[in-house]
């Protein structure tokens, strides 16, 4: 029953994300909703469950993205994994988590797809894209990190009982 709830969850996600999201993007950068979901989702729950939830909404973004495909995919799993592995090690109720995690985690998931994008032989412009892309969205992950954090603490409680 929670595979279908939170893969209902994810889906209704990335079609918000990939229709309404974008028309307050600021210079073309919006908030990644999905990316605050799988960190917060492996923080409650751990590394399991965090590889999972981050394999299925990195393949949405790859699929519905159009851009270079397994970059979102293989990015957040690999920051759900590593988020998970701090479930047993944080207070979970805490204010600060979900902002702490939200900007640690953007910042390895975007310089994890930075990373990706050079060793598949791609030109990147280091500055440009941490300055221009990866730090703005810092900024705008920071501002809805916190009510989706707690939208998420809520239905993981909801799904247990």
């Known amino acids: 029953m929670n595979i279908f709830i939170w893969g209902g969850v994810l889906l209704i996600t ?36 965090g590889v999972g939830v981050g394999f299925f909404a990195g393949l949405l973004q790859d699929l519905v993205s159009g851009g270079i495909f397994g970059i979102g995919t293989l990015s957040k799993l690999s920051t759900g994994y590593l988020f998970g592995l701090a479930e047993r090690k944080v207070f979970k109720e805490h204010v600060l988590l979900p902002i702490l ?12 797809g930075i990373s990706l994008l050079m060793i598949f032989g791609y030109k990147v412009d280091l500055i440009a894209a941490i300055t ?30």
């Open 132 to 161: 221009q892309n990866l730090m703005p969205l810092i900024g705008y992950n920071l501002l809805v990190a916190v009510p989706i954090h707690h939208a998420v603490y809520r239905l993981i409680k909801f799904t247990a009982e």
């Open 14 to 49: 990335i079609i918000i994300q990939s229709t309404l999201i974008p028309l307050i993007s600021i210079r073309g950068v919006f908030p990644d909703v999905l990316l605050i979901i799988v960190v917060s989702y492996a923080l409650l729950s751990g590394k399991e469950n």
């Open 101 to 112: 995690a939200t900007f640690v985690a953007t910042i390895f998931n975007g310089l994890a």
